[in-house]
């Protein structure tokens, strides 16, 4: 157990030293205000304040984890050997900067309180992050700081024996629509039909009814596929599933058609289920209380794991409202242009609601890689480059890679060559020496 003198105990704190310390390194930690009992404490032990008390691990404190409420903070990021960090403490500290305070700014997602430019769609860009502007996006900064401080703080107690932790993979199935065409209801084909013939898209056209007819395989019901491959992984795939209304964002199956409620109890006996919730649910508690009622009456069991359409979030609301109706998971945060940590980890995390200031027991699962970035690489060569550099990444830190597929990537279209084998390349990841 690592013992942590400090001036004040507050919920910041608490919160990001038990992220650091036990969900990253793997140890209990406990917290102090009294000289006596840090004394007295015979093993792992640190003071977090402003001064130091005697020869002890000292990290001198950045004011932020003993604040309430978002400030105008003054951040300057600087090179600290192989990675970046803010915050810098000077020289009397066993680390040069209080990865404590940085760590907080990052998981708490302080940034994305504070006014900035969204996308259409309302989503915070990458463009406006703070790791993206400096550098580090695509590190796991806070994994890495965790371990620069396990590094430094067992220089001092060198027979403390620290857990290990494996490297291990969560890969995510996006199902916005499980066909193409299938199940699309009358006036839905007969819609797709006129858009394919007035646009000249004769091939789609045949498809189509090829489809409908049964002369071929829907290409977007790769579910079979999906299966085999869960059966062959000692890692559980999540599958989310729409199951909303039809809207100008969301184009699903509807929940109400037989077929489509066996296809999620299906894939349901192989691999973990969640929702994937609709667009117009980010702020819409009611609808998506509905949503999720909807999708446990599929599975017939309580909803453990959520992600917006769109990879839309809007904070502190959408996670209030997941807390509220006691969906434990998400898995939205990540960016859909980039690849990298959008909260700066590779450890799922709980939310801190900076407004109430009270972790949360909503865990979110930040996710570092969509499929669609990696059509910017043109040659497979440099898919599977861009794909190895991110894994070693989160291997080096022994953290959990979260990438998100679609059913589609699975299908036969040109578009999507070599997918396949992109997926068991991170399938296979798991299998190799890090």
Known sequence: MLLVYTHKISPRLKYVFKHICTRVLGIKVEF????????????????????????EFFIKSNDILFEQGLSDIEINVQKWENTKCFFFNGDKSAIPFDI???SFYMLSRYEEYLPQRKDEYGRFLATESLAYNHGFLQQPVVDIWAYKFKV????????????????????????????????????RSLGGTLKDFFRFRFKSLYNRYAVLFGFKHDPFDTFKYIINKQKQSKFKFLVFFFVGSYSTFDKGININ?????????H?????????????????????LKKEKRQMEDVINTSLKASRFSFSKLSLPESYRNLVQLEINEDYTMGYIDY??????????????????????????????????????????LDKKKVLNTIIEEIKRVNGEFVPIFHNYTFSNTARWNGFKELF???????????
């Open 32 to 55: 102090t205000t009294k000289i006596e009992e840090f004394i007295a404490h015979d093993s792992l032990k640190m003071s977090y304040t402003k001064q130091h008390l005697g020869n």
């Open 100 to 102: 404590f305070a940085a």
């Open 152 to 187: 430094a703080i067992q220089k001092q107690f060198p027979d403390f024996k620290f857990p290990k932790r494996e490297y291990r993979i969560k890969p995510i199935i996006d199902v916005p629509s499980p066909y193409n065409y299938k199940l699309k209801g009358v006036m």
């Open 257 to 265: 058609k037989r077929k489509y409620v066996s296809l999620i109890k």
């Open 267 to 287: 894939v349901a006996d192989y691999c973990e289920v969640g929702l994937k919730a609709s667009y117009f649910s980010v702020k819409d508690v009611v609808l």
């Open 339 to 380: 690849i990298g940590f959008r909260a700066g980890s590779c450890t799922p995390f709980l939310f801190y609601d900076l407004d109430y200031e009270v972790q949360t027991p909503l865990k979110v699962c930040p996710f570092h890689l969509m499929d669609s970035v990696l059509l910017k690489t043109t040659s497979m």
């Open 424 to 434: 068991n390349n991170i399938l296979a990841s798991t299998n190799e020496e890090a």
